[in-house]
């Protein structure tokens, strides 16, 4: 099957613009997550999906990133306006969903996509 | 909050050697789950190994295998009989086992970059 891919690999913009970053996920997991990197530093969590709904929005830094998942596939996350320290790599990943309740042998595995690396100037 | 910290920017190890990668963390929960993920360069993340906190036995995947010391918090990787394909940046990991939605979001450490040398 087809892992998790991400739009674009690469961007570059200057401060101020607006970028919008892709990931499409595995077909057939309802979990998706968006994670931040930025330079020398841990990956962040930014946000959970489930299905269409957000789940948990904790880790979005500001009201700068706006995260949508329309019909439940593939999501997009809008930075409007960006700022220097946006800058880093933004990683997706995406894991089938675990049902409340169950054991706690029930986890399954987030499978991450290759990333975005944003550049702001 | 959890938090998981790596003290090790790099690490470099001769091919065919061992080497053990640090890892501790923070948390006062009794359940969850604990990773390591590598990242080979221009790569995508891999699970590399997953252990249970209520499993007192060490993980091992082949080569990889866990030292999990939960009194202590410390959960280092030992890579045996390195090899050149093992160079990556390895990120230790953090998840909740609570069975409640909203807390599957990793807690990542910074990483350590592994170069193998030949």
């Known amino acids: 099957e087809a892992g998790v891919t991400q739009f674009p690999s690469h961007s570059v913009i200057e401060k101020g613009q607006t970028v919008t970053l892709r990931c499409d996920p595995i077909?057939?997991?309802?979990?998706l997550y968006w994670y931040r990197r930025v330079m020398g530093k841990e990956i962040k969590f930014l946000l959970h999906?489930?299905?269409?709904?957000?789940?948990?929005e904790s880790g979005m830094p500001n009201n700068r990133f706006l995260a949508e998942r329309t019909g439940g596939t593939y999501s997009t996350l809008k930075v409007q306006p960006a700022e220097l320290e946006d800058s880093g790599v933004y990683f997706c990943?995406?894991?089938?969903?675990?049902?409340?309740?169950?054991?706690?042998?029930?986890?399954?595995?987030?499978?991450f996509g290759p990333g975005t690396r944003l550049t702001v100037l | 909050a959890q938090t998981v910290t790596q003290s090790q920017p790099e690490m470099s190890v001769q091919e065919a050697e061992t080497v053990t990668l640090s890892c501790t963390y923070d948390t006062s929960e009794s359940d969850y789950y604990l990773f390591w993920y590598k990242q080979p360069p221009s790569r995508q993340m891999i699970l590399v190994i997953r252990q249970e906190a209520y499993k007192q036995q060490n993980a091992t995947e082949n080569r990889f295998s866990v030292n999990f010391q939960k009194a202590a918090k410390s959960f280092s990787l030992k890579i045996s009989d390195s090899q050149l394909g093992d160079a990556a940046m390895y990120f230790c990991?953090?998840?909740?086992?609570?069975?409640?939605?909203?807390?599957?979001?990793?807690?990542f450490g910074t990483g350590t970059r592994l170069t193998i040398i030949p």
């Open positions: 990991a953090y998840r909740s086992a609570s069975r409640n939605f909203g807390n599957e979001k990793l807690t």
């Open positions: 999906f489930v299905k269409e709904s957000k789940q948990d």
């Open positions: 990943a995406s894991s089938r969903l675990t049902l409340a309740g169950g054991p706690p042998s029930s986890y399954n595995e987030q499978f």
């Open positions: 077909s057939g997991h309802d979990n």
